[in-house]
């Protein structure tokens, strides 16, 4: 039972999110936990809370709703019931009291009076923030506590007419990261850098790509961060081809490269971090050629990480770089502006340079806003993270080319000057990479 801020800091975003919900009309909004899903048998997955509940919180049991509602500026919360024979089993669990005492509810109950308590704290509000579709459970409960009120109009009663997305709310308070949100992101950047220089230390010919997930996983562990934030990426020669490459059962040989895609979870905030290097300690020819281009690629695009900019023009620049270095190596033939405008980069960079990071590795907040992609403000945090594939079967390319994978990633912090590498201190370029590799 995790609530790594201050008290006060989650009663702050709550305050935030009352303005939004007077501002209008005295609405309420309403935020399930995540569901717990079943592993197998009456095993269940690790429990990860709903990142928005938590976010206002701190509070991180399962069979939980906080519902805050603006004419009174009021959250409550329904929670478990404290079970003492359930507690054997599973741990303690805060209880009704422990959500007011410690959690910073101002009314809690137990879980099983949601039916009973949700319609009367619909009452006479007319827009209800929740997110419909995403557990569809959940919505026939909501859906059913709405027409509880509706029943009740014949007294005098109204109920909610309009349903929004919280995310227009929420999803942008989060969006803009604060110093307290910033200095755990540091955090998992430093347990992350300690992981990756690991990893280039230690993997070796011949060990598998799961040995090197192991040694991530342990260190992610042993300081202190509770979880990986996402399925760690360990792909070896061909399988660095693969952008979402999760097997990590290869066994890797002398002369390829190796993918870490990997980042560990602190107090529920995302490290993304990718580096690309040689099994053997040193970069072959086509490899070093291909890593250079990258790295020119995402230095550039770090550079361009500026307020006012967007992630369009930031992509834009990198795949520039990119097919203009494919052309100069001899991998593509043509034009630079019409290779672009034809994407006849694409089968070698596919995906796009960036995206949010925070609480989830691809954080909430809007892209675009009005239709126009969105200009870069300080305390966004997003990735750069381009890349170069060559398949094993492109057989337009020549055969020493093929099989090569290289992907290199950061997490920038907006500021009003520079960015904020926040990843900076893992080795990146040719003569680090290669000497973290023979340490």
């Known amino acids: 039972m995790i609530c790594p801020f201050h008290t006060e800091l989650y009663k702050k975003r709550r305050e935030a999110v009352f303005d939004a919900l007077v501002a209008n009309g005295n609405a309420v909004s309403v935020f399930p936990s995540a569901p717990v899903y079943t592993r197998n048998n009456d095993v269940d997955h690790e429990y990860r809370q709903d990142s ?6 701190g509070y991180d049991e399962p069979n939980s709703v906080l519902v805050l509602t603006g004419k009174d500026r009021k959250a409550t919360m329904f929670v478990r019931a404290r079970d003492p024979e359930r507690e054997v089993w599973d741990g303690p669990r805060a209880g009704v009291d422990g959500a007011k ?34 557990d569809r459970p959940f919505d026939d409960k909501v859906l059913e506590a709405i027409d509880k009120t509706r029943a009740r109009a014949r007294l005098g009663v109204t109920w909610p007419t309009e349903v929004a997305d919280p995310a227009q709310i929420v999803h942008e308070m989060r969006l803009f990261k604060a110093n307290e949100d910033l200095n755990v992101m540091r955090h998992a950047a430093k347990i992350t850098h300690d992981a990756h220089v690991k990893a280039m230390a230690q993997a070796k010919p011949g060990m598998h790509e799961y040995e090197v997930e192991a040694l991530l996983l342990a260190t992610f ?12 990426i360990v792909g ?23 993918l870490i895609d990997a980042g560990c979870e602190l107090d529920y905030y995302a490290a993304d971090v990718t580096r690309t290097f040689p099994i053997s300690g040193k970069f072959t020819r086509e490899q070093q050629a291909i890593y250079e281009l990258v790295l020119e690629a995402q230095e550039l695009g770090i550079q361009r990480t500026v307020k006012g900019a967007t992630l369009d023009a930031i992509h834009k620049e990198t ?16 034009e630079v502006d019409k290779l672009i405008e034809t994407e006849a980069y694409k089968p070698f960079y596919m995906h796009r340079t960036s995206h949010w990071l925070g609480m989830d590795v691809h954080d909430v907040g809007g892209y675009y806003v009005g239709g126009k992609a969105r200009p870069l403000a300080p305390g966004m945090v997003l990735t750069v993270e381009p890349g170069i594939y060559i398949a094993k079967d492109n057989d337009k390319v020549p055969a020493e080319w093929r099989g090569i994978g290289v992907r290199i990633e950061d997490d920038i912090l907006v500021t009003e000057g520079a960015p904020e590498n926040l ?9 680090d990479v290669e000497h973290a590799c023979a340490a």
Do not use: C, W
């Open 423 to 431: 990843t900076a201190s893992i080795p990146k370029t040719v003569k």
């Open 221 to 232: 562990r042993r300081s202190g961060s509770e979880r990986p934030a996402y399925g760690s």
């Open 319 to 334: 795949v520039e770089v990119i097919t203009a270095g494919l052309v100069r190596l001899g991998l593509l033939k043509g």
């Open 101 to 134: 005492a410690r959690f910073g509810a101002d009314e809690s109950f137990v879980i099983g009076e949601l039916a009973n308590e949700l319609p009367k704290l619909l009452a006479n509000t007319q827009r209800l923030y929740y997110r419909l579709g995403r």
């Open 236 to 258: 070896s020669g061909v399988n660095a081809t693969v952008l979402h490459y999760r097997s990590n059962n290869r066994k890797m040989e002398a002369n390829e490269l190796l």
């Open 52 to 57: 928005d509940l938590f976010y206002l919180t």
